[in-house]
């Protein structure tokens, strides 16, 4: 314990004297402290007076506390924590295996009756101190400025502390890794960049091809309603023609029991297979997503029943018939939509299993990030900025994708990302322990 | 450190006696062999090609050799830095890579680098810390030892500020951190003044006094010389010799008798007439032998002959001659190359095959 305590002090002590270190810690303060600048109305945001239009975030969409919360994911971890701080942090951090390596260095710890392993291990985890430190700083940072500004003393900001140790702890494998077998910095440093490009780059084409994914498969499942719909219109029709006929000839009441409203239209379209396959199986879609087919079946009910009004109506055979065949093209139209949406559906599931694969043998950065928005902001307060951004955008399938990532396990964001880190940091401890100084 | 030299050392830890090393060998190692292989498996260099080394404790142990012969390689092995591809014996009563020993070893590495952003006292501490050494006793410990090595006032400097020779001092201070039983030195006088290099020589024979082991590396040769109570000679891989200086150079003895100028002719015909196995040169007569009875029949033929003895003295190979003698082809007459591989390949230049201690190539 004596020799990890030592080693700990070190690293603090080696981070206290770069002057980065201080100077990222006034950033987080600073931004923060930014954040606590601007308020929300019924419009949007308000900054020094000035109220600007930005519907997503004003208080008919979401409470204060998130309006916070939601600027602090936004700007504090996305931009800043998750991007600037952990660049800075890379550089500052990314010496500290080849240093602890390098000729003259390596014989003094090594010589010392701690295990290698031990000392690899130890040596990485004080690395991690770095951004531990930057996010303690910014979470009582966002602590105060919620209880501070809207009034609610929640500690659950606190949570940034371990995401974001997570995170930059994906990326530090590969640079102790690559800092231990070279003992370059700049190599190191270069490495886990172009790791955290490939993770990006990954996550983002993901992200793409799920949308796409989604787009095309409720696109099916939209025309699959439609199409079935306007079947049951039909049959409607069929049987009140065939009874206008029947009547026709035997002068007979009809039968009892009018043909019951078509209903197929009502019911929900089902979850799509991207959906399941995006989120865990027991967690539904997110609540807000509206289906789909429901508007499209709507105007076709409404259709339907015209029709049937004007059955009742005494509307006659000839139009009825003609309303037939109408609706007969349509069914036909739909049906023949129906075929290329199923190929561009398959065809996006397929390219989209394929970059899943790849994203799930890399570390989930952006989704751990993402964390904090899931465990820190109220659901409703997400599904009052989904809703609104959705009636903005017109786009009822607006943060589809990212809903669906927002609700994948634990176990894919965190559990993928760790394995990949235990493999990098089990090959790295291995060299280490085995190699000649 | 020349004020501090004659100073107090620091108290041995009051370590319990059990737990310090009480055997007679600190180190005994046999069939020490290390071969390095690189990524690929090709370029393989065969460092050290079966060492065996003993070094009694209470002693200084000076491990001399050209550069590439295998020095550190063998000092590292010993902690731990390196793995050997085969090692025997033990080490302070251990095996060779017991991690726990280390508590009980003091090491100072050629080269080393201290981290700069911390101060003296700070690098004793950490280091210290490393050496399971508890809080009280690094506090005590550091400033008795810094005191010792003469940086009392730089204690809160920090380490990049200093010069080499500072360093060197701090380094030999943070060696004896942990109250070592044995201290192993790579170069402690690297880089060190005059003064300096005598403190350190004082010291090393004050940590001998005190019951601890030494062992040094070093390519200062006379410096080991005069507080070395046993050396080894390390050439390509293979411990050359290995001995007290006084058994290394016992078969260099000889006397040298200095005759006045002018009297060749006569001096020659004594020598001649003496009958002892002497050689003249440059009015130096040479007579190989230990014995000063053997030098009387050429002192009484010189003086027969009127010969103007100007000086006798017994005389014995230095270190250094043994050394070079060490690391010269007696075939060329050249240094032999540095490094163990061309040896390996039975190349010309290659190690001596047999030594005192080390056996030869094709025996193992």
Redesign the interface.
């Known amino acids: 314990m ?2 990890t ?3 700990f ?2 690293a603090y ?2 981070l ?2 770069r002057k980065l270190f201080w100077i990222v810690l006034a950033i987080s303060v600073a931004v923060v402290g930014a954040l606590a600048i601007p308020s929300h109305d019924e419009r949007g945001i308000v900054v020094f007076g000035q109220s600007a239009e930005m519907p997503m975030l004003s208080t008919k969409a979401v409470s204060t506390v998130a309006f916070y919360k939601f600027l602090l994911q936004w700007f504090g971890i996305n931009l800043w924590l998750a991007w600037g701080a952990t660049i800075l942090a890379l550089i500052s951090t990314a010496g500290m295996i080849p ?1 602890m390596v ?14 290698r392993l031990r000392l690899f291990l130890t040596k990485y985890f004080a690395g991690l101190m770095f951004v531990a430190l930057q996010a303690a700083v910014f979470a009582v940072g966002a602590v105060l400025l919620i209880g501070l500004r809207a009034g609610v003393w929640d500690l659950r900001p606190f949570m940034a502390v371990p995401l974001i140790v997570l995170f930059f702890s994906y990326l530090f494998c590969v640079c102790a890794l690559v800092g231990m077998l070279t003992r370059s910095t700049l190599l190191a440093l270069l490495a886990t960049i172009l790791l955290w490009l490939a993770t990006w780059a990954v996550a983002t084409v993901e992200n793409f091809m799920l949308d796409q994914r989604l787009r095309h498969e409720r696109e099916v499942a939209r025309l699959r309603s439609q199409s079935e719909t306007m079947r049951t219109t039909l049959d409607a029709l069929d049987r009140q023609i065939a009874e206008l006929r029947g009547a026709d000839r035997s002068d007979a009441a009809p039968e009892p029991g009018e043909p019951s409203e078509p209903d197929a239209g009502d019911a929900a379209a089902p979850a799509t297979p991207a959906e399941q396959a995006a989120g865990t199986p027991n967690q539904p879609p997110p609540p807000s997503r509206r289906p789909p087919s429901r508007r499209g079946n709507r105007s076709i009910l409404d259709a339907g029943r015209q029709l049937l009004g004007q059955i009742d109506a005494g509307g006659g055979l000839e139009s009825l018939e003609r309303n037939r065949a109408a609706v007969a093209r349509q069914v036909e139209q739909l049906e023949s939509q129906l075929g290329p949406a199923t190929e561009r559906a398959a065809g996006s599931t397929k390219w989209h299993r394929r970059v899943y694969v790849v994203a799930a043998v890399l570390p989930k950065t952006g989704e751990t990030k993402q964390l904090f928005q899931r465990y820190v902001i109220d659901k409703r307060d997400i599904e009052g900025l989904l809703r609104v951004l959705m009636d903005v955008t017109g786009d009822q399938d607006a943060g589809a994708a990212e809903s669906a990532i927002g609700n994948r396990s634990l176990w894919w964001v965190i559990g993928t990302s760790l394995a990949f880190e235990v493999v990098i940091l089990g090959v790295a401890s291995w060299v280490f322990v ?1 190699r ?2 | 450190m020349t004020q501090h030299a004659n100073s107090p050392a620091p108290a041995r830890a009051a370590a319990p006696a059990a737990e310090r090393f009480r055997g007679d060998w600190v180190i005994d190692v046999r069939n020490v062999d290390k071969q390095y292989t690189g990524w690929t498996g090709r370029g393989r260099v065969h460092a050290l090609r079966g060492i065996d080394m003993r070094v009694h404790r209470g002693s200084v142990f000076g491990l001399l050799g050209p550069n590439g012969a295998g020095k550190s390689t063998l000092v590292k092995i010993l902690m731990t830095v390196i793995r050997p591809t085969r090692c025997e014996g033990t080490f302070l009563g251990m095996p060779v890579g017991h991690k726990p020993t280390l508590r009980r070893v003091g090491y100072l590495p050629e080269h080393h680098r201290f981290p700069e952003y911390l101060t003296a006292a700070q690098v004793l501490d950490f280091f210290g810390a490393l050496s399971d050494v508890p809080r009280a006793e690094r506090r005590r410990r550091s400033s008795e030892l810094l005191e010792l090595v003469g940086l009392t006032t730089w204690a809160g400097k920090k380490v990049k500020g200093f010069s080499k020779g500072m360093r060197q001092r701090l380094g030999i201070a943070n060696a004896l951190m942990s109250d070592p039983d044995l201290v192993v030195l790579d170069e402690p006088t690297d880089g060190v003044d005059p003064v300096g290099r005598r403190d350190i020589r004082n010291l090393l024979v004050r940590l001998r006094d005190e019951g601890r082991t030494v062992f040094l590396n070093s390519h200062l040769l006379s410096e080991l010389e005069m507080v070395c109570d046993r050396v080894a000679i390390l050439v390509q891989g293979v411990v050359s010799s290995q001995g007290t200086i006084e058994e290394l150079t016992r078969h260099s003895r000889r006397y040298e008798v200095e005759v006045a100028p002018g009297s060749e002719a006569a001096t020659g015909e004594a020598v001649a007439a003496s009958g002892a196995a002497a050689r003249l040169a440059g009015g130096v007569i040479t007579i190989e032998t230990d014995d000063a009875a053997r030098v009387q029949p050429v002192i009484d033929a010189l003086r027969s002959r009127g010969v103007v003895i100007r000086a006798v003295r017994p005389v014995r190979s230095s270190l250094e001659d043994l050394f070079m003698q060490a690391v010269t082809d007696p075939n060329t007459g050249r240094a032999l190359a540095p490094g163990a591989a061309g040896a390996a390949r039975g190349e010309a230049g290659g190690a001596p095959r047999a030594g005192l201690m080390g056996e030869p190539e094709a025996a193992r």
Not at chain 1, 102 to 115: M, Y
């Open positions: 004596r020799q305590l030592a080693i002090l070190d002590r080696e206290n004297s240093e390098s000729g003259g260095s390596i014989e003094l710890v090594l010589s010392k009756p701690v295990s085995r000649d100084f």
